[in-house]
């Protein structure tokens, strides 16, 4: 059986006991970067587990490995660096094939950074889209100016090395809907987290001001 595991993104204290228990039961762990997860089962105080590395440069024949080794009847946990696995991280793949191959998957929910940042915003989420890492690149800006068109609430992630041209382009792309509301959401559920509430108009300001630590989830409300 493979498990999916949330877990916590940024206060340890989130951690869910179903999590806790599923993390005693398994054979091994598979993970995007082991020492995170080591820091997580020693704060857990949880027996030392065999890690299996997962991450988006895996090849795919250690896919098939792990695949093999759940056809053994291995019962393996699958988790993030943080939140849920599989959102705007390479664990889909896995899931994926373990579908494929009829396997039983089974999902211990938990947090989950956008969610997180949706639930505060204030913003309405009776219906929202999410973008996840906008492209580097290639269609780049087709994306934000299609953001004034959409008439659902946006929510997106952004690095701390990207957080202010992002910000400052989106502004550029919605410079014909000033009033739109947009939220900046940073180091959610930790010491310093910051919720800021912004316009568009305002948003360059914003971008220049805001502190550039820890990863971003941007809200755009809906065009009104």
Do not use: W
């Not at 946990?77 to 089974?106: C, F, N, Q």
């Not at 940042?117 to 492209?135: D, E, K, R, T």
């Amino acid at each position: 059986m493979l498990s999916i595991i949330a877990t916590p993104i940024g206060n340890l204290g989130d951690i869910t006991l179903r999590a806790i228990e599923t993390f005693k039961a398994c054979d091994a762990i598979v993970c995007e970067d082991t020492r995170v997860t080591g820091q997580l089962l020693k704060h857990l105080d949880i027996p030392k587990k065999e890690f299996i590395s997962c991450h988006g440069y895996t090849k795919p024949e250690k896919v098939d490995g792990i695949i093999e080794r759940l056809k053994g009847g291995e019962h393996l946990v699958m988790v993030s660096d943080a939140g849920t696995p599989g959102i705007s991280d390479p664990g889909y793949a896995l899931v994926s094939r373990a579908r494929k191959e009829e396997l039983t998957i089974e999902a211990i929910p938990g947090p989950s950074a956008f969610l997180t940042a949706l639930s505060v915003s204030g913003l309405p989420i009776n219906q929202f889209v999410y973008m996840g890492f906008p492209p580097l690149k290639k269609g780049r800006q087709t994306l934000f100016r299609s953001f004034a068109e959409e008439k659902r609430t946006i929510v997106l992630y952004e690095s701390v090395h990207r957080i202010e041209k992002t910000l400052c382009e989106i502004a550029d792309a919605l410079t014909e809907q000033p009033d739109r509301i947009v939220v900046v959401a940073r180091e959610l559920t930790k010491m310093y987290e910051e919720l800021t509430h912004t316009t568009v108009a305002e948003l360059k300001n914003t971008a220049a001001s805001i502190t550039k630590k820890g990863e971003f989830v941007v809200i755009i409300g809906a065009q009104r």
